[in-house]
């Protein structure tokens, strides 16, 4: 998801992701992840001059994260409804 | 670690190759070739010359995961074919920590029989348990060398097409290790030749303690063939039939590994019952308790064997079932 705003190195991948999701990712689970991104074609690296290689989403990757997107719109939806039904049930009760 | 302290010197962004080496060593040669470089820049942007335990820890686990993955443990990234051969080995390595179980079990109930009371049936269940034990360790090593026997003709071709050059190092160790087995086994046979029965059997210190050398140096070399075998194993190209073989082998073997822990755990039963005082002359027996030091080892290893080769079992029918499913 941090890579749909923009190409990013490791370092700025970081960054994003604990601005946004507040996590801090360690490095070795950050480069995991960035490994079996890339194996599956949704990420791939760009040049670089220096030693921190940026990656950006790919087209394949774009829609795997459309189709997260769809399906984690879809299990909020489900959670404001039930949630709606639990308010409306204790206004009920009082 | 003296590298890294050596990288700190340029904490921020500076060189640290050989720094990143080291912090790095937990993960694949060829992932590190691809994507070591950057890590360690990241880590030396992230962290400089101090990184955390916590981070050193999270590189240890992502090195082995990584690992995993390539070897085809866990993860898909290498094809079904691979994936299925991992579990197959992992089978194999459980096996090999299974004999060294299973030795230490054969000594540990040397003469158990003579132990048991006479004429009373006291004999029957633990001689059927442990004749159980035994011919279903005979029929093991049958189903180990019908895989080896199945893999032979692939081992050749992979001999023949230079691949020894890259498992020469693995049996060059396994064959030193033997040797030494070997001369250990001689030297040890000329000793006890020259002692009584009693000094051989924990009367001498000094030859005790040669003998746990050598059954150390016989673990060793076990592990030794047992790490060629698999080096090698990985780099054996097999049609897909003979996988298919393999795969049902170390099924059954793993099967063969259920019966042979349960033979155990009713002998033991059977002679905790009739014959409690056996259970209490190894080194590590207590007076009056059926828990022998000794045999709780040997039998929690056959265990962690087991549960290891229930893993690779594991692996091999997910991937068969994602084929299938396919």
Same mark, same amino acid.
Request: aromatic fraction near 8%; glycine fraction near 10%; charged fraction near 15%.
């Given at each position: 998801?941090? *890579?749909?705003? @923009? %190409?990013?190195? /490791?370092?700025?991948?970081?960054?994003?992701?604990? $601005?946004f999701?507040g996590?801090? *990712?360690?490095? @070795? %689970?950050?480069? /995991?992840a960035?490994?079996?991104l890339e194996?599956? $074609?949704?990420?791939?690296p760009?040049?670089?001059?220096?030693?921190?290689?940026?990656?950006?989403?790919t087209?394949?990757?774009?829609?795997?994260l459309?189709?997260s997107?769809?399906?984690m719109?879809?299990?909020v939806?489900?959670?404001?409804?039930?949630?709606?039904?639990i308010?409306?049930?204790?206004?009920?009760?009082? | 670690?003296?590298?890294e302290?050596?990288?700190?010197?340029?904490?921020?962004?500076?060189?640290?190759?050989?720094?990143g080496d080291?912090r790095l060593?937990?993960?694949?040669r060829?992932?590190?070739?691809?994507?070591?470089d950057?890590?360690t820049a990241?880590?030396?942007?992230e962290?400089?010359?101090?990184?955390?335990?916590?981070?050193?820890?999270?590189?240890v686990t992502g090195g082995?995961?990584q690992r995993?993955?390539?070897?085809?443990?866990?993860?898909?990234?290498?094809p079904?074919?691979?994936?299925?051969?991992?579990g197959a080995l992992?089978v194999?390595?459980?096996?090999t920590?299974?004999?060294?179980?299973g030795?230490?079990?054969?000594k540990?109930?040397?003469?158990?029989?003579?132990a048991?009371?006479?004429?009373?049936?006291a004999?029957r269940?633990?001689?059927?348990?442990f004749?159980?034990l035994q011919?279903?360790?005979?029929?093991?090593?049958l189903l180990?060398?019908?895989g080896?026997?199945?893999?032979?003709?692939?081992?050749v071709r992979?001999?023949?097409?230079?691949g020894w050059a890259s498992?020469?190092?693995?049996?060059?160790?396994a064959?030193?290790?033997t040797?030494l087995?070997?001369?250990?086994?001689?030297?040890?046979?000329?000793?006890?030749h020259?002692?009584?029965?009693q000094?051989?059997?924990s009367g001498?210190?000094?030859?005790?303690?040669?003998?746990?050398?050598w059954a150390?140096l016989?673990?060793?070399?076990?592990?030794l063939w047992t790490v060629a075998?698999?080096?090698?194993a990985?780099r054996?190209?097999?049609?897909?039939?003979?996988?298919?073989a393999?795969?049902?082998?170390?099924a059954?073997?793993t099967?063969?590994?259920?019966?042979?822990?349960?033979?155990?755990?009713?002998?033991?039963?059977?002679?905790?019952k009739?014959a409690?005082?056996f259970?209490?002359?190894s080194?590590g027996g207590?007076?009056?308790?059926?828990?022998?030091?000794w045999l709780?080892v040997?039998?929690?290893?056959?265990?962690?064997?087991?549960?290891?080769?229930?893993?690779?079992?594991?692996?091999?029918?997910r991937?068969?079932a994602?084929?299938?499913s396919d």
């Amino acid at each position: 998801m941090s *890579l749909a705003g @923009g %190409a990013k190195h /490791g370092h700025a991948l970081l960054k994003d992701i604990e $601005g946004f999701a507040g996590v801090r *990712l360690g490095p @070795g %689970a950050l480069y /995991g992840a960035i490994t079996r991104l890339e194996e599956r $074609g949704l990420i791939e690296p760009l040049e670089s001059d220096d030693r921190r290689r940026p990656y950006q989403i790919t087209s394949a990757g774009s829609q795997a994260l459309a189709d997260s997107v769809v399906q984690m719109r879809e299990l909020v939806q489900v959670g404001q409804a039930r949630l709606k039904s639990i308010r409306t049930a204790t206004l009920r009760l009082a | 670690m003296q590298t890294e302290e050596r990288g700190g010197e340029d904490a921020r962004g500076g060189t640290h190759q050989r720094a990143g080496d080291v912090r790095l060593r937990w993960y694949p040669r060829s992932w590190r070739a691809r994507y070591g470089d950057e890590l360690t820049a990241l880590l030396d942007q992230e962290y400089g010359a101090r990184l955390p335990p916590k981070m050193r820890l999270g590189l240890v686990t992502g090195g082995l995961q990584q690992r995993a993955r390539q070897s085809g443990l866990a993860g898909d990234s290498v094809p079904a074919a691979d994936r299925i051969r991992a579990g197959a080995l992992v089978v194999l390595a459980a096996w090999t920590a299974f004999v060294i179980a299973g030795a230490s079990f054969a000594k540990f109930s040397e003469q158990f029989d003579e132990a048991l009371p006479h004429g009373s049936g006291a004999h029957r269940v633990p001689d059927l348990a442990f004749t159980v034990l035994q011919t279903t360790a005979g029929v093991a090593a049958l189903l180990v060398v019908a895989g080896a026997l199945l893999a032979l003709p692939a081992f050749v071709r992979f001999l023949r097409t230079g691949g020894w050059a890259s498992v020469r190092g693995h049996f060059v160790r396994a064959l030193i290790s033997t040797a030494l087995v070997g001369a250990g086994l001689l030297a040890l046979s000329a000793w006890a030749h020259h002692l009584t029965a009693q000094q051989r059997n924990s009367g001498l210190h000094w030859y005790g303690v040669l003998f746990l050398f050598w059954a150390v140096l016989v673990v060793v070399t076990v592990t030794l063939w047992t790490v060629a075998a698999v080096a090698t194993a990985r780099r054996v190209e097999l049609p897909g039939a003979i996988l298919g073989a393999e795969a049902a082998l170390a099924a059954a073997l793993t099967l063969a590994m259920v019966v042979m822990v349960g033979a155990t755990a009713v002998w033991w039963a059977a002679m905790a019952k009739d014959a409690p005082g056996f259970l209490n002359t190894s080194p590590g027996g207590a007076p009056g308790s059926p828990w022998d030091l000794w045999l709780v080892v040997t039998v929690v290893l056959m265990l962690l064997a087991l549960g290891a080769a229930a893993v690779g079992v594991a692996r091999e029918v997910r991937v068969w079932a994602t084929i299938r499913s396919d």
